[in-house]
């Protein structure tokens, strides 16, 4: 189980985080946090397979409208679907040791 993960110092200032927190409330930004948690311990791969959308929104504590938190990610890339299976977008090219399961401690 992985430990840790990566976000980069810019994150804050990046246009999707923006637009996340102006779509659906700032503490969305927390939840998404929560997300990258999340799949650090538990999906170090990125992929949430087997998760629907009250699943995903359910780790993250998502308080808002049911299915929003997982509908704006996507709408906004910081989650793909592809053949109906979540995953977080760039997940391996920002955190590659995770997803190799290799956490530096």
């Not at 308080?63 to 997940?91: C, M, P």
């Amino acid at each position: 189980m992985n430990n840790d993960f990566r976000i980069s110092t810019t994150i804050v200032n990046h246009h999707k985080i923006i637009g996340l927190m102006e779509r659906i409330g700032e503490r969305s930004f927390y939840n998404l946090v929560r997300l990258w948690a999340y799949a650090s311990a538990n999906r170090p791969d990125g992929k949430l397979i087997g998760m629907q959308l009250e699943d995903i929104e359910a780790v993250v504590d998502w308080q808002g409208a049911a299915n929003s938190f997982v509908f704006t990610l996507h709408a906004l890339r910081l989650i793909d679907k592809d053949e109906g299976v979540y995953s977080i977008h760039n997940w391996g090219k920002y955190n590659s040791h995770e997803a190799l399961g290799k956490s530096d401690r």
